[in-house]
């Protein structure tokens, strides 16, 4: 049983479209971490979100933190062939063993 | 943030024999983990490496198939023991501190068993 549902698990768009990936538990995490990672490469973090209802953005990515702190979006606006890669959200407890689990990945393709 | 080295990055091993993988932080660290990713695929953990105590393994993941050690604070290491093609995988390990809620990953050890 997977804890962290992602999905799409494949997108594939053409350049300039805009496109939201979700990630959705019934746990409770203390914070919601989203990385993308490249091939032959460990995952590198793009934001963490800590409070429940929390948004943040990072140029045109837009992520954001359910009010519950369960779930979590992953908004890319106007898509571009770099942003070509494996999307990665993963939840963190810190109460008693502190560790980060992962959803099954989006993997993204923007086309020219 | 840390810089992880890990190493070896590849191998190509014999099915029946270990394989120790080295994970080198470059600053004193909190926590250390190993993951487990197949091709194409998200990561699982595979435990928790705890300084000078035995390391806290997920549900799946034994000590005698994979035993882990972490004599101090910027270095670990993870076997794979009696190899199967099964554990064919990329492993990774990762670290993070107390109070940031950030993690550093290695590059990845691509493991084949033959």
């Known amino acids: 049983t997977q804890l962290l549902e992602q999905s799409p698990q494949f997108l594939s768009i053409q350049e300039g479209e805009n496109l939201t990936v979700y990630c959705n538990s019934s746990?409770?995490?203390?914070?919601l971490q989203w990385y993308r990672q490249e091939p032959g490469e460990g995952p590198v973090l793009l934001v963490t979100?800590?409070?429940?209802?929390e948004v943040k953005k990072l140029k045109r990515l837009t992520f954001q933190f359910g009010d519950a702190r369960k779930d979590s979006s992953l908004h890319i606006t106007a898509a571009q062939p770099g942003d070509t890669g494996l999307y990665l959200c993963?939840?963190?407890?810190?109460?008693?063993?502190?560790?980060?689990?992962f959803g099954q990945g989006t993997r993204l393709t923007i086309n020219p | 943030s840390a810089v992880i080295s890990q190493k070896p990055s590849r191998d190509i091993c014999q099915r029946g024999t270990s394989l120790t993988i080295q994970c080198q932080v470059d600053?004193?660290?909190?926590?250390m983990f190993w993951y487990r990713q197949q091709p194409g695929q998200s990561l699982t953990l595979i435990a928790t490496?705890?300084?000078?105590?035995?390391?806290?393994?997920e549900s799946g993941f034994v000590i005698d198939k994979f035993p882990i050690s972490r004599p101090n604070l910027t270095f670990s290491t993870l076997t794979v023991s009696n190899m199967s093609p099964e554990d064919s995988s990329i492993y990774l390990c990762?670290?993070?501190?107390?109070?940031?809620?950030?993690?550093?990953f290695g590059s990845g050890t691509r493991l084949t068993v033959v």
């Open positions: 993963a939840g963190e407890w810190l109460q008693g063993a502190q560790k980060l689990v």
């Open positions: 746990s409770v995490f203390s914070s």
């Open positions: 979100v800590v409070t429940g209802g």
């Open positions: 600053s004193q660290v909190t926590m």
């Open positions: 490496a705890n300084q000078g105590s035995e390391a806290t393994y």
């Open positions: 990762s670290e993070t501190k107390e109070g940031y809620y950030g993690y550093t």
